[in-house]
């Protein structure tokens, strides 16, 4: 699936859009998906705030803000760092299945090099 993320930077009034994609539909997704997709965020916030640095830095789901909200047929996943903010999706999934995961994910998120 692609879905859109919108990213918003500290002292910055530009919205920045980036398409991604996952190879899962929401449907079909574990708590790996989700995992992947929080750090697929972190990276499009990465890129936005470090244009041309290395586009393998590893990211860490420590510090993060979030809430799923419903929007249309759907819900999106918002987020803040101390950097930026960003909201992705929509996503068509079950409100409470995706906050359960989220929840899981960060909660289970281990140490490691930081990107913000």
């Known amino acids: 699936m692609t879905f859109d993320v919108e990213i918003m930077l500290r002292a910055n009034e530009r919205v920045f859009t980036e398409r991604l994609s996952h190879d899962r539909e929401p449907a079909a997704w574990t708590d790996q998906d989700v995992d992947a997709i929080l750090r697929k965020i972190l990276q499009a916030i990465d890129r936005t705030l470090n244009p041309g640095a290395d586009e393998a830095r590893p990211v860490s789901l420590r510090g993060l803000s979030w809430i799923v909200s419903p929007y249309r047929d759907g819900v999106v996943l918002a987020f803040e760092i101390h950097s930026a ?32």
């Open 85 to 116: 903010s960003a909201v992705a999706g929509p996503f068509p999934i079950a409100q409470a299945e995706l906050d359960g995961m989220v929840r899981r994910v960060l909660r289970g998120a281990g140490g490691g090099p930081t990107v913000h």
